[in-house]
């Protein structure tokens, strides 16, 4: 900053042509000036001016530092414009990555465009482990363990988990009474895409109980077939609390083994930590904390920044 001040006063003394005149319009004494100039002059190597007790004249060495002074300001000056309107109007292009789960995100970031118009999104729908440094992201939504120094966190909200299936299927097949029960049920699994494993339903059980053996009717990777195969009458299935939330309010799906099923997951929003977020992506943030997890739909929303402890590749786990 002691540079750029330099330049300041010796492109103010070059349009001046005065001390005297350079510090009533910078505000200091001419004596402040003629020290800063005697500095830069000192530190660059070259005299600037001619000086005598009549005028001051710029020297040969002086006429083209003054050419590249102006055009070092006119730069700063041009990039504080810019980032001041970027400030008040954010813009650009912003890629982001997020879990294939459209019943809870679409509704947000249609929103977020009417908001902010000249933000491009561009979006990137997937369950896969996505790296968010190399392979470009500004932000990704994603559930998991947070362990990456290169990210910074911030909490949309958490989610817990139930059983359902309609209650055509429930009135057919009988309704269990406990997890045991399940054996003789069809049951709508999920499998996770990175490792290719179906998810443990989360019952509890006491500990001398075995572990329950659960018939796999059908299996897929996204939560809407499972929540469109239950509505249907198929099975039961393990799904996200705001996958069933409509379904379960109208009668489409009724719970079951509400009190065996324990499982709380939280949501977060990454990107890549540095010293200032771009001003696109710092509303795109506060945005999504605001009304991805609304109270009463989706659990409880504590809001808060975790940097230096999240992992690029967690993967969505409904």
Not at 227 to 242: H, K, N, S, T, Y
Request: charged content about 25%; aromatic content about 8%.
């Amino acid at each position: 900053m002691e540079s750029l001040s330099g330049f300041a006063v010796f492109v103010q003394v070059a349009e001046t042509r005065s001390f005297v005149a350079a510090g009533r319009l910078l505000g200091v004494s001419a004596s402040a000036v003629g020290k800063r100039v005697a500095r830069l002059e000192e530190r660059l190597g070259v005299r600037l001016f001619h000086r005598s007790t009549r005028s001051i004249t710029l020297t040969s060495e002086g006429m083209l530092f003054l050419e590249r002074s102006r055009r070092v300001l006119a730069e700063i000056e041009a990039a504080e414009q810019e980032l001041s309107l970027s400030a008040r109007a954010p813009r650009g292009r912003l890629r982001v990555s997020l879990p294939a789960v459209s019943s809870l995100v679409l509704p947000v970031l249609a929103d977020f465009m009417l908001q902010y118009p000249e933000i491009e999104l561009d979006l990137d729908f997937t369950d896969r482990s996505v790296d968010v440094i190399e392979e470009g992201f500004d932000a990704v939504v994603r559930t998991g363990e947070l362990s990456d120094s290169r990210l910074s966190a911030r909490l949309l909200g958490s989610f817990g988990v139930l059983l359902a299936a309609s209650p055509d299927y429930f009135a057919r097949h009988g309704t269990p009474q406990k997890p045991s029960d399940l054996a003789n049920h069809a049951c709508l699994h999920y499998r996770y895409p990175n490792s290719g494993k179906l998810e443990v339903w989360p019952l509890r059980r006491a500990p001398d109980e075995a572990e329950i053996i659960l018939p796999t009717s059908m299996i897929c990777n996204n939560i809407e077939t499972r929540v469109c195969f239950a509505q249907r009458g198929l099975g039961i299935a393990c799904l996200p609390d705001f996958a069933a939330r409509d379904a379960i309010a109208d009668g489409r799906l009724c719970t079951v083994l509400d009190d065996y099923v324990e499982r709380t997951t939280a949501f977060r929003v990454l990107w890549p930590t540095s010293r200032h977020a771009s001003p696109k992506l710092r509303v795109f943030i506060d945005f999504l904390v605001a009304r991805m997890f609304v109270p009463g739909a989706g659990g409880k929303t504590k809001h808060q920044v975790q940097t230096g402890s999240a992992r690029s590749s967690t993967t969505f786990q409904s």
